[in-house]
C-alpha cells in the first residue's frame, strides 16, 4: 500500500501547488474515509495547512465518532474546528413550506448539502481547496449525496475500493477502531452504508472490481460464486448513478459544449 | 559510427500548455548536459508543450521547422550537441492536422522528425482525436551514429523498431510520456526492443503529474544484450549522464545473432494474418 500512499501524497502535494491554494478543507466525521483523507492531506501538506471541520448535527451525533475525529485531528497535527449544525438545519427544515420531516432522503441530504456550505464557506475564506473523502465503492454504486458528500475540488481516495481504504488506513496508522466500524453517511440515525448497499463491502468491492475489468455478471458470479442476480443488481445502480458523477447533462447546439467536448486541461501553467 | 557516446537522460516535468516556461526547462538542462560532457541530449514525448493539453493542442502546435525548433537548434549550436525532444506537429500542407512528432537537432540545425506511428486511444489516453499518425520510420545519420526515433506506444510493436534497426539505427530512442500504471510494460519492452534488435536503446520519459495522471520516470539507457547501462530514479525529475560505446553491439550481435536469423518470408505471412485479425 505504500504506492498508492506515495501517489496520492504526491498528488495532493502537486495540485495544491499548481492551483496557488494554500492548503486544503475537509469535513471530518470520525469514519475511515475522512479520517484516511486526512492522513493523507496532512502527510503532503503538513498538519497546518490542512483545517479539519467537524459538523455534528443532533440526530445522528455520536460521540464515539466525535472522539475519533478529535483523535485523528490530534494525531495529525490537524487544526480543527467543531460547528454544530443542528439549528442551520433546523431553521432550513422550518423554511421549507413542504418540508415532510417522513422522508428521511430528502431530509439527510440537506445535511449532507449543509456540511457541504460550510467546508466551501472555510476555502473560500482561506484560499484553500475543498478535500473530498469519496472511496470507489461508493461513488460507483452512486451511495452518495450529489453535490452534497461528493463535492470536492480534488478526491484524493475516489480511485479505492472500501476495502483498500481500510488497507491504506492502517498502514497509516489510523486505529482499528476507526478502520473496523461499520460505515455511515450520517444522514439520519442508525443508517448504516452495507445495510443500505444490501451486502458486505467485501463482496461489493469484488463485483465492482469485475465490472471495473470488463467483466459482466454471469462471469463476476462464477468467479465469486454467487448470484447473477447481485451482480446484476449492483451493475445497474452502478450505471443507474452515472448522472451523479457527470456535468450536468445538456442539449448539444453550439461547437464546443460544456460536459461533452469542450475539452481543457484542469490546469495551465 | 563506432567509439563512445555520452548521453544525458533529461527527465523533467513539464507546465502543461507553457511552450515557455518548458523551453527554459529545456535550456536549462541544455546547458547542465554541456557541462557534464553529454554530447546527445534526450527530452521526453510533448516535453515542449506538457501530454495532457487536450483542445489546447490546436493553438500549441508547430510546424516543424517553426519558432520553437528554431530556439532549440540555437542552443544546440550555441552548446555545441545534439537535442531530441517532443512537440506537437502541425502539418505543411493543412492548419489542423497535428502529429506527435519527435525532433533531432544538432550543432549545425534541423537534422530530421519523426511522426508517432502508434497513437494510444484508450483508457486515459485519446490521442487519436488529435494526431494524425505517421508512416515513416526516421533513422538520421550523424555524427553520434545512426539515431532512430520512435516514441511511447510505438515500442509496443516490435515492427517499428524492428525497421528502424534494418533501416540502420545503432542508437534508438525512444521519448515517452507513460504513467505508473504503465511501467511494467514499459520496463520489459525496452529491454526486449534491444535485444531483439541488438541494438542501444535510450528511453527517455516524463517526471510530473498533470490532471492526475503521474509519469514514473525511470529513463534508461539499453545495452544491445538488454543490460540497464544507466538509470534514472522513478517518479522524479531527474538528469543522467552516461556513457555507452558502440562497440560493444559486436560481440553480442555474435553471441546471439537476431539479425543474421532473421526470416523475410515470415513478414509476407505476418501482413496477411494482421489483415484478418
Redesign the interface.
Known amino acids: 500500500m505504500s504506492e498508492a500512499e506515495t501517489r496520492i501524497v504526491r498528488f495532493i502535494k502537486d495540485y495544491v501547488e499548481k492551483t496557488g491554494t494554500n492548503g486544503v478543507v475537509l469535513g471530518l466525521s470520525g469514519g475511515i474515509d475522512s479520517c484516511t483523507v486526512a492522513a493523507l492531506s496532512a502527510e503532503a501538506l503538513g498538519g497546518n495547512k490542512v483545517l479539519a471541520l467537524m459538523l455534528p448535527e443532533r440526530e445522528t451525533a455520536n460521540p464515539r465518532d466525535t472522539d475519533h475525529a478529535r483523535f485523528v485531528a490530534r494525531r495529525f497535527g490537524l487544526k480543527a474546528q467543531e460547528i454544530n449544525i443542528t439549528d442551520t438545519l433546523t431553521t432550513v427544515y422550518r423554511s421549507i413550506q413542504d418540508f415532510d420531516p417522513a422522508d428521511k432522503v430528502s431530509k439527510g441530504n440537506v445535511k449532507a448539502r449543509m456540511r457541504m456550505i460550510y467546508v466551501y464557506y472555510y476555502a473560500n475564506r482561506l484560499g484553500n481547496l475543498v478535500c473530498g473523502s469519496s472511496d470507489k465503492s461508493e461513488t460507483m454504486m452512486g451511495y452518495f449525496t450529489k453535490w452534497g458528500d461528493v463535492a470536492a475540488d480534488i478526491s484524493p481516495i475516489m480511485d479505492l475500493y472500501k476495502t483498500q481504504v481500510r488497507k491504506l488506513a492502517t498502514h497509516l496508522g489510523i486505529p482499528a477502531e476507526i478502520v473496523s466500524k461499520p460505515s455511515t453517511p450520517a444522514l439520519w440515525a442508525g443508517q448504516l452504508a452495507e445495510d443500505e448497499l444490501g451486502m458486505r463491502y467485501e463482496q461489493l468491492d469484488l463485483i465492482l472490481y469485475g465490472l471495473e475489468h470488463f467483466m459482466n455478471p454471469r462471469e463476476i458470479a462464477a468467479q465469486l460464486n454467487i448470484n447473477t442476480k447481485t451482480a446484476t443488481k449492483v451493475k445497474h445502480r452502478w450505471l443507474a448513478a452515472e448522472h451523479k458523477r457527470r456535468m450536468p447533462l445538456t442539449a448539444k447546439l453550439e461547437y464546443r459544449t460544456v460536459g461533452s467536448d469542450f475539452r481543457l486541461p484542469r490546469t495551465i501553467s | 559510427m563506432q567509439g563512445k557516446l555520452h548521453i544525458a537522460l533529461a527527465q523533467i516535468s513539464c ?4 511552450k515557455e ?1 518548458n523551453l527554459e526547462t529545456i535550456k536549462e538542462n541544455v546547458v547542465r548536459a554541456k557541462r557534464e560532457g553529454a554530447q546527445l541530449v534526450i527530452f521526453p514525448e510533448l516535453s515542449l508543450t ?1 501530454y ?5 493542442i490546436y493553438e500549441l502546435a508547430e510546424r516543424i521547422p517553426g519558432p520553437s525548433t528554431r530556439i532549440v537548434e540555437k542552443l544546440a549550436k550555441e552548446n555545441e550537441l545534439h537535442i531530441i525532444f517532443g512537440m506537437p506537429e502541425t502539418s505543411e500542407k493543412a492548419q489542423a492536422t497535428l502529429y506527435n512528432s519527435a525532433v533531432l537537432v544538432g550543432p549545425n540545425g534541423l537534422i530530421g522528425k519523426y511522426r508517432k506511428m502508434y497513437l494510444p486511444t484508450h483508457s486515459i489516453f ?1 490521442e487519436k482525436r488529435y494526431f494524425r499518425p505517421g508512416y515513416q520510420v526516421a533513422v538520421y545519420d550523424t555524427k553520434l551514429g545512426k539515431i532512430g526515433l520512435v516514441i511511447c506506444y510505438d515500442i509496443y510493436f516490435p515492427e517499428v523498431t524492428r525497421l528502424t534497426r534494418l533501416k540502420g539505427a545503432q542508437l534508438i530512442v525512444c521519448i515517452s510520456a507513460s504513467p ?1 500504471i504503465r511501467r511494467a510494460f514499459f520496463e520489459t519492452l525496452t529491454a526486449a526492443r534491444a535485444i531483439e534488435n541488438t541494438a542501444f536503446l535510450a528511453y527517455v520519459n516524463r517526471a ?5 495522471l ?1 509519469f514514473w520516470g525511470g529513463s534508461r539507457i539499453i545495452g544491445p544484450s538488454g543490460r540497464i547501462i544507466a538509470e534514472a530514479k522513478y ?1 522524479e525529475e531527474d538528469f543522467v549522464v552516461a556513457e555507452m560505446d558502440y562497440a560493444d553491439a559486436k560481440q553480442v550481435e555474435a553471441f546471439v545473432p537476431t539479425l543474421r536469423d532473421l526470416r523475410p518470408e515470415l513478414f509476407d505471412k505476418l501482413k496477411e494474418s494482421a489483415e484478418d485479425l
Not at chain 2, 507546465?15 to 507553457?18: A, T
Open positions: 507546465y502543461q500548455g507553457n516556461k506538457g495532457v493539453v487536450r483542445d489546447q485519446e505508473g510530473g503529474i498533470e490532471d492526475g503521474q517518479d
